[in-house]
């Protein structure tokens, strides 16, 4: 089945920088989709993405959907504590099947 | 809006027994359901995908017979874990939606089989 290559697999940062992370594929997807999951909760949608080259905001967040349709990153400017949680890619592709990513760990420190 | 509510958020319980988890869609119909399995440290399987009033299309590798999917209403759809066994211990989620696009996902259930 199709993988997602989540990097980096944790980031323990600054409050008030910039957060980089991005999801690659040897498969291409139709969609991607980033989420974030606070522990001992579900995931929440942050932002969707339909179509390559895509970008799109979402307050302090922004995403891409790659031009390969292999490959989305999502960055969050200037962060704050409550960014704090796991954050997750998943693509869906034309055949119906859908992948998550491994995660991306957040820490804030304030 | 779009909530979803998992019944119990944990739940211990004895090897060989079964135990059921139900996903609940609060202020909207969920035409579809779906059910994640997540290990610690780690990513969403997605286990099972069901849609009102039929039967459930499991992922490959995930035993049907084990893990009973009901999804009776637009508002409610159950998972059993059969003969539970320790390896069966892990965060189940569920989310609910129109597909996989458009899911809002649940607080989840904790299982600890003893």
């Known amino acids: 089945g199709q993988q997602l290559n989540q990097s980096p697999q944790s980031m323990f940062i600054q409050e008030g920088e910039d957060v980089s992370m991005n999801c690659t594929s040897s498969s291409i997807f139709n969609t991607w989709l980033w989420y974030k999951q606070d522990p001992g909760e579900g995931p929440v949608l942050l932002i969707a993405?339909?179509?390559?080259?895509e970008l799109t905001s979402n307050g302090r967040l922004t995403a891409q959907f790659g031009i390969t349709r292999k490959d989305s990153f999502l960055n969050i400017s200037a962060s704050i504590p409550s960014d704090v949680g796991i954050y997750f890619c998943a693509g869906y592709t034309n055949a119906g099947k859908s992948t998550f990513g491994d995660g991306t760990t957040l820490t804030v420190k304030p | 809006g779009a909530v979803v509510s998992q019944h119990p958020s944990w739940v211990i319980c004895k090897s060989g027994t079964s135990v059921k988890i139900e996903c609940r869609s609060l202020?909207?119909?969920?035409?579809?359901m779906f059910w994640y399995r997540q290990f610690p440290k780690q990513s969403l399987m997605l286990m099972a995908t069901s849609n009102e009033g039929s039967k459930a299309t499991y992922e490959q590798g995930v035993e049907k017979d084990k893990f009973l999917i009901n999804h009776a209403s637009l508002t409610l759809s159950t998972l059993t874990v059969t003969s539970a066994h320790p390896e069966d211990s892990s965060f189940y989620i569920c989310s609910g939606g129109q597909d996989f696009y458009e899911q809002y996902f649940g607080p989840g259930t904790r299982l600890t089989v003893t």
């Open positions: 202020d909207f119909q969920a035409t579809t």
């Open positions: 993405l339909y179509k390559a080259g």
